[in-house]
């Protein structure tokens, strides 16, 4: 498995073709980015003293700002459409190909069911389009994980 999202998109020139090269079925986690892409986490204290994310760099109080402006991308297309954003964050993930099936961490049955929604939402081209350009003006700040865990990375 392999991480795949809108802020997190290595695999697209990896992994992702080797799996296409051989027929094989691509299986992303954290499409959500780690909750960050449903624009319920507005700042780096909303999180539990306990939460993991606390200590992942695009987490971090110098890279969350920076990376706001992804959900700030996202949130009023998925207005204009309808949708939350982690609908449309899921939405895009599916248009990436037919081969790809996310499995997106959920805690509660309404989550749960806003996600399953999205499998069935065809996201128009000129959506596709506009979500495409935010995403490559959008510079993502901070590796995945912490550096001594990014060592381990696709090893």
Excluded: H, K
């Excluded at 190909?97 to 069935?120: K, M």
């Amino acid at each position: 498995q392999s991480e795949y999202s809108l802020w997190t998109r290595e695999v697209e020139s990896d992994s992702l073709l080797a799996c296409r090269e051989l027929g094989i079925g691509f299986v992303p986690y954290s499409p959500l980015g780690r909750g960050f892409l449903t624009g319920a986490i507005a700042r780096p204290d909303d999180l539990a003293e306990n939460d993991w994310r606390r200590v992942n760099p695009r987490f971090s109080a110098e890279n969350f700002d920076a990376n706001w402006a992804l959900v700030d991308a996202v949130r009023p297309i998925a207005q204009r459409l309808s949708m939350t954003p982690a609908q449309l964050a899921l939405a895009w993930l599916l248009a990436q190909g037919a081969d790809i099936v996310p499995i997106p961490g959920t805690r509660s049955v309404g989550r749960l069911e806003e996600n399953a929604a999205a499998a069935s939402i065809e996201l128009p081209a000129e959506a596709l389009c506009e979500l495409n350009a935010a995403i490559e003006a959008i510079s993502i700040q901070g590796t995945r994980y912490p550096a001594i865990a990014m060592s381990t990375v696709n090893r």
